[in-house]
């Protein structure tokens, strides 16, 4: 299994839109709606942000939103917040009870 | 609240073993998978494998199958992830994380959605 491709970072100023891209293949971003994504704050534990592609744990901010197209999942984060910096990372249902991450994203908030 | 609580941050020499802990409050502990997952200095996130611990069946990422066991003891809803001979490239921060992996009437669901603080683990001579 290969770590899904994201982008190594993205910035935005506050108030704007981003959206971080996630690539993997038909065997495990195409094949299953089971695309999650988390935040991780430098020094602290991944969050759940978005599962199932685009659904939003109770308590996630309606400004995160998922979707996927064929082999690319994404994650947008719209009305951007100094808060938000952080790394971002996709995971993706692979088959046989196992999952992969994708490399991680750098987002600076400008 | 479900809680997932790590032990504590480690530091051995190479070739010494370890095993470090997940233990797991707040919901049924024998309900929910629990995953492992590294995270090297400054880099990303990498699915180790994961536990069912009702009846400890355990599935393994193939770039960790026999480097580390992961095994899990639900008498006292604690999850493990322990190594027989560490190596210097085994330093890194290691997550467990509660799997929410089943089917419900929507289908399959699987996604990491609660997790530990982590352990850090540092092997060097």
């Known amino acids: 299994q290969s770590a899904l491709t994201q982008p190594a970072s993205v910035s935005g100023s506050p108030g704007q839109s981003i959206t971080i891209s996630c690539t993997g293949t038909?065997?495990?971003?195409?094949?299953?709606?089971?695309v999650s994504w988390y935040q991780q704050h430098p020094g602290k534990a991944p969050k759940l942000m978005i599962y199932?592609?685009?659904k939003r744990p109770s308590g996630v901010s309606n400004r995160f939103s998922g979707s996927k197209s064929g082999n690319t999942a994404s994650l947008t984060i719209s009305g951007l917040q100094a808060e938000d910096e952080a790394d971002y990372y996709c995971c993706s249902y692979a088959g046989s009870s196992t999952s992969v991450f994708g490399g991680g994203t750098k987002l600076t908030v400008l | 609240e479900v809680q997932l609580v790590q032990s504590g941050a480690e530091v051995k020499k190479p070739g010494e073993s370890l095993k470090i802990s997940c233990k797991g409050s707040g919901y049924s502990f024998t309900s929910y998978w629990i995953g492992w997952v590294r995270q090297m200095p400054g880099k990303g996130l990498e699915w180790m494998g994961i536990i069912y611990p009702g009846d400890s069946d355990t599935r393994y990422s193939p770039s960790f199958q026999g480097q580390v066991t992961i095994s899990a003891d639900k008498s006292i809803s604690t999850a493990y992830l322990q190594w027989s001979s560490l190596k210097a490239s085994d330093t890194a921060m290691y997550y467990c994380?509660?799997?929410?992996?089943?089917?419900?009437?929507?289908?399959?669901?699987?996604?990491?959605?609660?997790w530990g603080q982590g352990t850090l683990v540092t092997v060097s001579s």
């Open positions: 994380a509660r799997l929410a992996y089943y089917y419900d009437s929507s289908g399959l669901i699987y996604h990491f959605d609660y």
């Open positions: 038909s065997s495990d971003v195409g094949s299953y709606n089971l």
């Open positions: 199932e592609v685009s």
